[in-house]
């Protein structure tokens, strides 16, 4: 009998019942659902016997001041629900803003990394525009409407609906945004109130964009001292092009990479529930990305062409992907993602992959 895994219903349940009666009058209401199959294979030919299959479903509730997201998704292991939203927004004055509850709180301008957001958890540079779950926080914004933006933020770093709560979870943050004539700025700072017998842990972060002859050229640093440099270009034909460059200075060198697998290596086989700390993009010091985006309207089709490549690991991921969007609500994706190491005994996160390369079909419709 597999084992069903279902988090936070008692508070999805209650949200359902107390909030969307609520505001069923004036709401929209809107979901998607997907079904995906993904097949793995190796370098030379495709090995059906890795097929998976994986349902998900979305539910999103969106009203004046009131956001709810929350996905299911079923896969051979069993069904998970997770909350991904759920935040109240109240206006107190024409300027200034309070959001409360679990929210979205990125901040910064990369594409696929962002050093300069201390609020949220790491993106995923593989998949940058992929869903995240928000953090619990209540953000005040002060908005002047012309060139300042101001934002005060207490974050809760525990789960508030599994864990028992401290003074140490706590943190207080705050983001303030400029808007000058050629440049924009935006500044964060982070500090983490400290529990017994610890110290304050500060941290900050600041970004700028720039557009010098219509190409869009920013940068992040944060105190860890990563650092993130990009561009980006828009055609006259709708293609995009974007390049980014990330030092990850709590990344691993060719040393750390190799004790990595040698010490910790046999922990992960013997225990599959293992995860590491280290993810595509965050494993070596250095990587690249570059992003090859055009989309048409008749049909409506997205083309997008990545590619991620660590010059230290000589690991190179390739994420090509196709969606064509139908009039009636249905949108069919393809997928690839192929692992690449240029170079032998680099030590590269792509040895933590149990594939070489992955085809991944799905279809979505919204309802």
């Not at 958890?121 to 992929?130: F, I, L, S």
């Not at 700390?277 to 083309?303: E, K």
Request: proline share 5%.
């Amino acid at each position: 009998m597999r084992r069903i895994l279902v988090r936070y219903p008692i508070l999805i349940i209650l949200t359902l019942f107390v909030l969307f009666p609520l505001t069923a009058g004036d709401a929209y209401l809107g979901g998607t659902a997907s079904t995906s199959v993904t097949a793995l294979f190796s370098d030379s030919a495709f090995t059906f016997d890795d097929l998976s299959f994986t349902a998900a479903s979305s539910f999103e509730l969106e009203s004046e001041g009131l956001s709810y997201w929350t996905t299911v998704e079923a896969t051979e292991d069993g069904v998970s629900i997770s909350l991904e939203r759920l935040s109240l927004l109240l206006n107190l004055t024409d300027h200034l803003l309070l959001t409360i509850g679990r929210q979205g709180l990125l901040t910064g301008y990369g594409y696929g990394w962002n050093p300069s957001d201390l609020f949220s958890g790491a993106k995923d540079p593989t998949d940058p525009e992929g869903g995240r779950r928000g953090t619990d926080a209540a953000a005040l914004l002060y908005d002047d409407w012309d060139s300042f933006t101001g934002k005060a933020i207490i974050l809760l770093e525990a789960d508030p609906t599994t864990e028992d709560i401290s003074p140490s979870d706590i943190s207080i943050g705050g983001e303030a945004g400029l808007l000058l004539p050629a440049v924009e700025l935006k500044l964060t700072a982070l500090a983490d109130l400290p529990g017994t017998g610890e110290e304050l842990a500060l941290s900050a972060g600041a970004a700028a964009y720039a557009d010098i002859a219509g190409i869009g050229i920013y940068g992040e640093i944060n105190t860890d001292l990563d650092i993130l440099a990009g561009c980006e270009y828009f055609f006259e034909n709708g293609m995009s092009l974007t390049a980014e460059y990330l030092y990850h200075h709590d990344g691993l060198d060719l040393p750390g990479r190799q004790s990595f697998f040698t010490d910790l290596y046999t922990a992960l086989l013997a225990d599959p529930a293992y995860v590491p700390d280290y993810h595509p993009g965050y494993f070596a010091q250095h990587y690249l990305l570059a992003s090859l985006a055009y989309s048409t309207y008749d049909p409506s089709l997205d083309l997008v062409a990545a590619a991620l490549y660590s010059p230290d690991s000589s690991a190179l991921m390739l994420t090509p992907s196709a969606s064509l969007h139908t009039a009636w609500g249905l949108t069919i994706t393809g997928s690839y993602v192929g692992l690449v190491s240029l170079q032998a005994d680099q030590y590269s996160e792509l040895g933590l992959y149990p594939f070489d390369h992955a085809v991944q079909v799905g279809c979505s419709y919204a309802y």
